[in-house]
């Protein structure tokens, strides 16, 4: 059968089986090179409460959040997109 998608939609190469995490949103359990990782930065403070400390020289951290999405949540809060059989095969930055 023809392959949809070069990598098979993975990201292991040839390294065997890889371990399972599972989706930040949904709960299912996918394999770690499959899952699509996203970080974001959380804002602890009100932006114009920080707006105002930043002023007057206050450092705010904010910390780094790490999510983990399987495909179909990717697909669904627009982390991925849907293309068509030549863009499927071409490697780079999807975003």
């Known amino acids: 059968m023809p392959l949809k998608r070069a990598s098979r939609g993975r990201?292991?190469?040839?390294?065997?089986?890889t371990g399972r995490i599972q989706c930040t949103n949904c709960g299912a359990t996918v394999p770690r090179d499959k899952a699509k990782k996203v970080t974001s930065?959380?804002?602890?403070?009100?932006?114009?409460?920080?707006?105002?400390l930043r002023a007057q020289g206050a450092y705010i951290a904010s910390p780094t959040?790490?999510?983990?999405?399987?495909?179909?949540?990717?697909?669904?809060?627009?982390?991925?997109?849907?293309r068509s059989a030549e863009s499927r095969r071409q490697t780079g930055r999807l975003r």
């Open 11 to 17: 990201q292991k190469g040839g390294k065997g089986s």
């Open 41 to 52: 930065r959380l804002n602890l403070v009100e932006h114009t409460l920080a707006k105002e």
């Open 65 to 82: 959040v790490l999510k983990w999405y399987c495909i179909s949540c990717a697909i669904h809060f627009g982390i991925l997109k849907i």
